[in-house]
């Protein structure tokens, strides 16, 4: 059974997109919602119009924020609506180098969604805790303090390129955000496949182009103090205890890593040194 759910400012008041609440018996609402959200999503000229009418059609489900991310090399958001204070606190922190949501979206198999709170109870209940575990539960605190508790993933890829589409909700209490998860499912699924499928038609640049690792070239002794740091997953103090040198020379070796990779922080250099196969 078709609904029309006009969505609030959002450029869609003429051309409500239907919703459908069971697919599976009903393949003529799945042709008709993905066939409303394609004659919306074409129209985009730019990428600001591209992101106001993905929000529009995700509000009429009761999803008002959302982020699309290309994971391929370096990971970066394309398409975001979260507040901009929360995005200046992610990326100042470089969150985006440990965030639970991109490992899964760079490992897990394309279309399977999983909500980031069943990813940190799995790793909470892991029998060792790393940096990146307690990075993680910062990050965390940092959603909540912006009111937003959850977000449901849906990893994608495309040739060798992975992308993933986040999508959230401002409310303390969940329950309704899952209800309206599990409503939407399938009308999620095939709104995720549009974006990627129209955003790399109509903005291939935007939606393909992703940093090249450069070529990183270190001496042995700021090599030997970050293999260490990986091995053993130590601070930057104890490092230097355990290498017998000064916290000053580590420090010096610790921003010549970190000048060396593009990190903003010494873990976040660790992440991306195993990530490209720097260090074993």
Known sequence: MLENIESRNNGLENNPIPLFRSSSDNIRAQKSFEAACYKQLTSANTIEEFTDKISGILKGMGFPTFTFSSLTNAPRFILSTLPEALIRSYQKENFINCDYAFRYGQTAPAETPIFRSTIEDYMAAAPVETFDMIRNRRLSNLFKCHGFYDYYLIPLSSGPCCYLLSITTQASDMEGFYKNITAHEQELSLLAN???????????????????????????????????????????????????????????????????????????????????????
Do not use: W
């Open 194 to 280: 549009l974006i990627l499928h129209l955003g790399l038609l109509k903005f291939k640049k935007l939606f393909q182009e992703a940093k090249q690792p450069k070529e990183i070239n270190l001496n042995s002794k700021p090599m030997k103090l970050l293999k260490t740091l990986a091995e053993n997953d130590l601070t930057l103090v104890q490092t230097a205890d355990k290498l017998c040198i000064s916290l000053h020379t580590a420090d010096k070796h610790s921003t010549v890593i970190r000048n060396a990779i593009g990190a903003r922080t010494i873990a976040g250099a660790v992440y991306m040194a195993l990530r490209r196969g720097l260090i074993d």
